[in-house]
């Protein structure tokens, strides 16, 4: 049990990095306003169930 909580958090973080590394670089190399895109793309597809 304790090491699936592990596996879980060590996921987890590992997740969250690519994604913020992935937003860090949309952010440099595109406008506002395709950032405003993206997210709003990426919103729609998680809630019809797509990732």
């Known amino acids: 049990m304790v ?5 879980g958090v060590f996921l987890g973080a ?3 990095a ?3 590394g992935l ?6 190399q595109f406008s506002p306003r395709t950032m405003n ?3 709003a793309c ?4 998680r809630r019809s ?3």
């Open 3 to 7: 090491a699936m909580v592990g596996l």
């Open 14 to 16: 590992g997740g969250g």
């Open 18 to 20: 690519i994604d913020a």
């Open 23 to 28: 937003n860090t670089y949309a952010a440099t």
């Open 37 to 39: 895109w993206l997210h």
């Open 42 to 45: 990426s919103v729609s597809a």
């Open 49 to 51: 169930g797509q990732r």
